[in-house]
C-alpha cells in the first residue's frame, strides 16, 4: 500500500521530537515529526544519524514502535550503559530537537495480517519493539490472526509496553512472560530463560504452521532459534532480527 | 545537503592527544576496541604453525614451540586505527620479522600476511624489516587474547592497524603487490596513518 | 558485534535504491540459498563484512567512505530479486 514501494535511493530525512515518554526507568520512547515520512510497515526500522558541532557524526539503528497510520513515528529507546547514542535519545533529547532519519527499511523481518498465521512473537528485552508495531497493526485491521508473545525481561519493572500488553492480553493474542532476574513475590509465571521447554509449553507448535519471528540481544535470539528449530519449527517460517549484545 | 546538527549530541569524549603522536583525524582511546570481520578462530597451539612461503628457497615453517624457542623482545609503540581511534604506549611481545626471514633469500618486494579465518593484508616488504614490525604473541604482560588475535598476530604499527594482521599463520614473498581482504575492497594499499591513506585514492 | 543482514538494510537500500532484505542469495562456498536478512553480520570490522549462516563464507563486504561506497559481492553466486 502506500509508501511500501516507494524506490529510489533514500536521503537522510530531517527529525523533530515531539515528546518523550518514560517507559520503564531505562526505556523511553520517542514520538517524533517526519514531515516526509513515506509510511512503513510493522517490523521495519530506521537508522537515525546525529552530528555534533564538530562534524562528528554516530548512526544507530531503531525498530519503529508506531503501527502504520500513526499520527507519529515511534521509536523506543534503551539506555545502554556508556553508550554514546542511547544516552542523548533517553536522557538528552528535548522537544523540539532535531536530528536525521534514513527509512523506513527492512523487508525481511515484517509482518502483517496478510500474511496469515498463527503468529509466535518471541522478544528478549527490547527486541519487543518490532512486536508492538506489529500487534498494533494487528489490532487496527481488526484482529482475525491469532498470536502469542513470549516476552523474556529482566523483572516486571524492565517489561516494555507492560500496561499496554495487559489490555491486549486475552483479545486474540496471548502475552506470557517471564522474567529472570527478579520477580514480583506473588510471581506465579516462569523466572527462567526462554527454551525448548518453555516454547514447547507456551506454543503454538509447529504443527499449526505459525509463523515465527524472534528479536532481541544476538545471544537470545540465536539460542531461542535453535531451541525452536529442535522443536520441529520449520526453519524457512522463523525470522530473526539481532540487536546486538546489549539490545537496543 | 548539510547534516543537521543535533543539540546537545557530542558523542563520546574524544580526545586529540599529542599531535606529534596522533595522526591527523584520530583521537585517543583507552579502550582497545575490538574489530572482527568474522568469528574468532580457535586454532590449538599443537596444530598452528607459521610459514613463508612464496618467491622462497623453500617453505620455512615453525610450529608454536620453535616459534616461541625464537628470540622475542617487548616493545612499547601507538598504534592507529582506520576507524579513527588511536591507542598510545601499547606493550607487546613479539618475535621480530627480520628474525623470521634471517638467511631467508628472496627477490620478492612485498608480502601478503594470511591468517585463519582467510583474512589476508599486503604490505611492501621493506615496511615489515629493519625493526618495524613483529609476530606478536603477548599483549601488556599477558599471553595475546584470541580477541585481538591471539594467539599470533602481525604488528606493523607504523601503518593503519588493519595490516597488523590477527590471527597470522604466515608471510607470502611476492614481486607484485597483491591487495589483501580490505585493500580489494576500498581501503589503501599501503595505508599511512601520517598522510591519512585510509582509502583508495587517498 | 555479530548481527543479521537486518543491520545493512538501510545501506543496501542506498547502495541498491530498493529493498534487499528479502532478496534470496546463494552461497559461492556452500551453495546454500538464504534471505539477504537472515545472513551474518559483522558490522566492526573497518568495514562491513556479510557471511554465509551455513558454512562463514564471505558473502559481501561494504565499505563506505563519506558518500563513497565500495561493494563485494563475490561470495554471493546469485541474487534472486524481485522487480
Known amino acids: 500500500m502506500a509508501g511500501t514501494a516507494v524506490l529510489g535511493r533514500l536521503t537522510w530525512l530531517p527529525v523533530e521530537a515531539v515528546e518523550v515518554v518514560p517507559e520503564t526507568p531505562r526505556v523511553k520512547t520517542l514520538r517524533l515529526d517526519v514531515p516526509d515520512w513515506p509510511g512503513h510497515l510493522p517490523g521495519q526500522h530506521v537508522d537515525i544519524r546525529l552530528t555534533s558541532e564538530d562534524g562528528y557524526q554516530a548512526q544507530r539503528s531503531y525498530s519503529i514502535a508506531s503501527a502504520p497510520g500513526a499520527p507519529q513515528l515511534e521509536l523506543t529507546v534503551e539506555l545502554i550503559e556508556d553508550g554514546e547514542v542511547s544516552p542523548y535519545l533517553a536522557d538528552e533529547l528535548q522537544p523540539g530537537d532535531r536530528f536525521e532519519l534514513r527509512g523506513p527499511v527492512g523487508g525481511y523481518f515484517v509482518w502483517e495480517p496478510s500474511r496469515g498465521g498463527p503468529l509466535l512473537l518471541v522478544a528478549g528485552g527490547s527486541g519487543v519493539v518490532p512486536f508492538r508495531a506489529m500487534l498494533r497493526h494487528l489490532v487496527d485491521e481488526g484482529g482475525g490472526v491469532p498470536a502469542t508473545l513470549l516476552a523474556s525481561s529482566r523483572s516486571w519493572d524492565d517489561v516494555i509496553y507492560r500496561d499496554e500488553l495487559e489490555r491486549l492480553d486475552g483479545e486474540g493474542l496471548r502475552v506470557v512472560h517471564t522474567l529472570t532476574r527478579e520477580q514480583p513475590d506473588d510471581w506465579d509465571g516462569y523466572t527462567r530463560r526462554v527454551n525448548a521447554e518453555m516454547l514447547a509449553e507456551v506454543g503454538p507448535g509447529p504443527d499449526e504452521g505459525p509463523h515465527v519471528y524472534v528479536c532481541g540481544p544476538t545471544p537470545f535470539v540465536e539460542s531461542v532459534a535453535t531451541a525452536l528449530v529442535e522443536l520441529g519449527h520449520e526453519p524457512g517460517r522463523i525470522r530473526t532480527e539481532r540487536f546486538g549484545p546489549t539490545g537496543g | 545537503m548539510t547534516p543537521i546538527v543535533s543539540r546537545g549530541f557530542r558523542g563520546r569524549r574524544r580526545d586529540d592527544g599529542p599531535p606529534d603522536r596522533v595522526p591527523p583525524g584520530q583521537y585517543v582511546t583507552d579502550d582497545f576496541p575490538v574489530l572482527s570481520a568474522g568469528p574468532t578462530p580457535r586454532t590449538p597451539l599443537g596444530e598452528w604453525d607459521f610459514t613463508i612461503v612464496g618467491e622462497v628457497d623453500e617453505l620455512h615453517r615453525w610450529t608454536w614451540e620453535e616459534f616461541r624457542a625464537l628470540p622475542s623482545e617487548e616493545v612499547t609503540v601507538d598504534i592507529h586505527c582506520v576507524t579513527k581511534w588511536s591507542k598510545l604506549d601499547t606493550t607487546w611481545e613479539g618475535v621480530r620479522v627480520d628474525t623470521l626471514l634471517e638467511g631467508i633469500e628472496t627477490s620478492a618486494e612485498y608480502v601478503v600476511a594470511f591468517c585463519d579465518g582467510g583474512y589476508t593484508t599486503n604490505l611492501p616488504l621493506e615496511d615489515v624489516v629493519d625493526g618495524k614490525a613483529w609476530v606478536a604473541f603477548g599483549y601488556d604482560g599477558e599471553p595475546l587474547d584470541p580477541e585481538h588475535g591471539g594467539p599470533a598476530r602481525l604488528l606493523v604499527p607504523h601503518l593503519y592497524f588493519w595490516k597488523s594482521a590477527k590471527w597470522v599463520r604466515g608471510l607470502q614473498l611476492a614481486s607484485t603487490d597483491e591487495p589483501g581482504f580490505w585493500e580489494q575492497n576500498g581501503y589503501h594499499l599501503y595505508g599511512d596513518p601520517w598522510r591519512e591513506q585510509r582509502y583508495w585514492g587517498d | ?83
Do not use: S
Not at chain 3, 4 to 22: H, S
Not at chain 3, 51 to 68: I, N, Q, S, Y
Open chain 3, 1 to 83: 558485534m555479530r548481527l543479521d543482514g537486518n543491520a545493512v538494510a538501510g545501506i543496501l537500500r542506498q547502495v541498491f535504491a530498493v529493498e534487499m532484505t528479502e532478496a534470496i542469495g546463494t552461497c559461492a562456498g556452500c551453495g546454500k540459498a538464504e534471505a539477504v536478512g537472515a545472513v551474518v553480520v559483522y558490522d566492526r570490522a573497518p568495514g562491513t563484512v556479510l557471511r554465509c549462516p551455513h558454512c562463514e563464507w564471505v558473502l559481501a563486504k561494504l565499505v563506505t567512505d563519506g558518500d563513497r561506497v565500495w561493494v563485494d559481492l563475490r561470495g554471493v553466486r546469485t541474487l534472486e530479486l524481485r522487480v
